[in-house]
């Protein structure tokens, strides 16, 4: 199970989506700022600069945070009594109650 999005191997999706990312702030970068006239240019560059920082820094944060909720992951595991499993042990491993396959 994984604890946070920077374990390995990566996520194709997640990686892409920072490409993406990435590929829009240097296209606005370099073709919006630009064209733009006199001194809005270097508003709307800080003013942009800023506002993909704070992206960047919220989404590097919650992609190094644990997500899983404690509760469930004890759940999980063995109650202890004479080895029976708690109701909500067929969630774990993310395999539903009575799912076959």
Avoid: I
């Avoid at 509760?71 to 080895?83: K, T, V």
């Amino acid at each position: 199970m994984r604890r946070n999005g920077f374990e390995w191997p990566p996520d194709p999706l997640q990686m892409s989506s920072w490409l993406v990312f990435l590929s829009y702030c240097s296209a606005t970068g370099l073709l919006v700022v630009p064209v733009l006239p006199g001194a809005s240019a270097w508003v709307f560059a800080a003013v942009y600069g800023l506002l993909s920082l704070a992206l960047a820094v919220a989404t590097v944060r919650t992609t190094a945070s644990d997500a899983s909720d404690p509760l469930l992951l004890a759940a999980c595991r063995p109650s202890g009594h004479d080895g029976e499993k708690s109701p909500t042990a067929g969630w774990c491993g993310g395999r539903r109650p009575g799912a076959t396959g």
